[in-house]
């Protein structure tokens, strides 16, 4: 053996140098997502909504990973993440990284994005730029409207330093007794949006006027109506100073699954905490807060310096999202309305000329299904006409006897919901898992899971130790003197608001073998079925690690044997450690691999010997790429899947999903074009570099503009109108 072969064999794939740090990685993401908010090519008010999403998502990125870091942290923990650091080094890192994104969010909203509102008629003012008559309409509406809301809490030695509830605004004030010359410090915390909007309208007739520009709207945040008013809650003291802050505490529910008698009790208990919230683990300020107030701050909120950020200018942008409800379309991206499939266009004409259940002639859903899988691609197609339709078709059809339904997430008002109510209703056997610990909804689903139980649907609350994440509905159905099984396996939640935001896929098939493996997932989750294998699906935490690793294995062996090997795959993130040194050992063998990664991915491409065969680009667009699609070549015996599972150590491990195979030809070609449109892309996809970077592509001098999302809702057109 040769000694580069040698040292090439003797490579340690689980070494350090290899893996980009998680958090980090998350942060990249999010950057990406204040661009979309930077780019002149984006519509003002849709650049206006990436910069609240950029907001939000470090909102909940404090709440749930930097508050797991810093308990690491207390508890002395030093185990090491893939990358080699410790918890203590990704929170030095993490803010390192972050602060200037901080400051570029605000620079934008403030310097860039709140002048060209203004030139559209759109003016947020500061309360110092207001007329006479202006200040009087919102004095006017202080002591109306707001006034009675507020609460101001002193602080001093018989009144403690008050509770800070969670993402809240608050104005910290100081007065002094103007007969003592004594100060004092206190609190007045900011309604929420839920009690008044953030920001405060002035009437149309009171709105600044340009030129004969229409106002299309003027006023001022909530914050500084309240801050010019102070006089009204301290009578008789002077107001020193006022500064506004905010507090993000520890979020997540720390719950003993296994301690538990009873899941959703321990869940509601859970919430009530989590409504007053954990620790704090950040306070925002603004840049000109004076020592006194901000070491005031730190100190009762036992917060050290690297846990503050300072901001210029508003704080708690996520409300900008106020904005989008502005009528204002020329604004915004043009509107899309999802297409009906055009193999589901003649249920609907059905539906219009028999009533609800269409199904005189034998075009109703489940025909459609016995025909062939069906495959839909969401927001492009209809999630109301498919998902929606084909629960609510299966709820008042006489011949289906039971329904059975995995619930991650769903909408406040959810149609889906109710079909299962008006199932259940109809005599028909209903099964529902319910995810009461599905982040930041168990609250929703705790009220959807007591509502289906009212009418006698059976609601299962999940596995000890497990989040189901699957997406899967079975309907079985009695045909004549046959038992029929359908069903639906997708990669999005069962949610008609997401549907309209996310891209997903959702395969309907009556196929045998998936019927039966469906049939058995529900069994595992409800019953005590210890099942270990499956015909069809891949089922995690019981065999789906095992297979994707068989699966990158068989890529490489054809390629060591001379024949050809290829992998695509798209995902919102790629973190589990074993997998990513699978597809590094795959680089290794020449399989080319090409690879979608929305969010987090801890894979570095490009690594001489070790991922040179690797690509990795990440979309992002007006819908949030949601959709998992996982291609493998076989020396051209094709295979393709689809489900809810990333390449995450959560979803292999510690969570119940499924991953389908696609046997339909048609619908694979379909979904190897989709693959090849988003590679394509020019325009929203960004390639991630060695170094844990991405450079957004562009198109070249001569290159035509390639916009994938734009590519598909056009094919969706175009097949709606053959149709």
Known sequence: MSKSKKTAHQVSLSDPQYY????????????????????????????????????????????????????????????????????????????????????QQHQQFEQVLK???????????DYIQLTQKQRSYLDNYFNEQIFPVLTPLAVDPSHPFPYISNLSLNLAVVIKNPESEEEFFARVKVPSPKVLPRFLPLPPELGIHHDGQPVNWTGVPLEQAIAHNLESLFPGMTIQEYHPFRITRDADLALEEDEADDLLLAIEQELRKRRFGGSP????????TPESVRSRLMLDLELAESDVYEVDGLLGLRDLMFFMALPLPELKDEPWQSVV???????????????????????????????????????????????????THAAHDPGVLAIKMTLYRTSGDSPIVNALIDAAEN????????????????????????????????????????????????????????????????????????????????????????????TDVFNFLTGYSRQKSYRQLLVAPVNMRDRFVALI????????????????????????????????????AKVQIDLIVRGVCCLRPGLKDISENIRIISIVGRFLEHSRIFYFHNNGEEEIYIGSADWMGRNLDRRVEVITPVREPDIAKDLQEVLGIMMADNRQAWELQTDGSYIQRSPGEDSPESHSQKILMSMALRSNSIA
């Not at 683990?281 to 000109?288: A, G, H, N, P, Y």
């Not at 016995?370 to 084909?390: G, I, K, M």
């Open 427 to 518: 005599g028909k056997q209903v099964s529902v898992l319910v995810e009461l610990k599905a982040r930041f909804d168990e609250e929703n689903n705790i009220y959807w899971a007591r509502r289906l139980e009212r009418v006698g649907v059976h609601v299962v609350y999940g596995l000890v130790g497990l989040k189901t994440h699957s997406k899967i509905v079975l309907v079985v159905r009695r045909e004549h003197d046959r038992i029929m099984r359908y069903v639906h396996i997708g990669t999005g939640n069962y949610n008609p608001k997401t549907a309209r935001l996310y891209t997903d896929f959702g395969l309907f098939s009556c196929r045998e073998e998936l019927g039966a493996d469906v």
């Open 553 to 588: 294995h068989r890529e490489m062996d054809h390629v060591q044997n001379g024949l050809s090997g290829r992998i695509v795959a798209k995902m919102n993130s790629l973190v589990d450690p074993q997998i990513i040194a699978t597809l590094y050992e795959a680089s290794r």
């Open 341 to 391: 499939h055009p193999r589901l266009q003649r249920i609907k004409e059905a539906r219009i000329e028999q009533g609800a259940s269409g199904a005189e002639d034998g075009r109703d859903f489940f025909a459609v299904i016995r025909e062939r899988d069906l495959l839909v691609h969401h927001p492009y197609q209809s999630f109301s006409t498919s998902v929606v339709n084909f629960i």
């Open 20 to 103: 980009l740090n998680r958090e980090l990685s998350w942060l990249e993401f999010n950057r990406r997502v204040l661009h979309e908010a930077c780019d002149e090519r984006t519509p003002l008010l849709e650049r206006l909504k990436f910069l609240a999403i950029f907001g939000s998502n470090l909102d909940e990125f404090f709440m749930v990973r930097v508050a797991a870091l810093k308990q690491q942290v207390e508890a002395k923990v030093s185990l090491l993440t893939p990358d080699g650091r410790t918890p203590q080094q990704q929170l030095h890192d993490i803010s390192l990284s972050l602060r200037p994104a901080v400051t």
């Open 115 to 125: 002048p060209k509102l203004a030139s559209h008629g759109i003016h947020i003012l």
């Open 281 to 288: 683990v950040r306070l925002e300020i603004q840049s000109q």
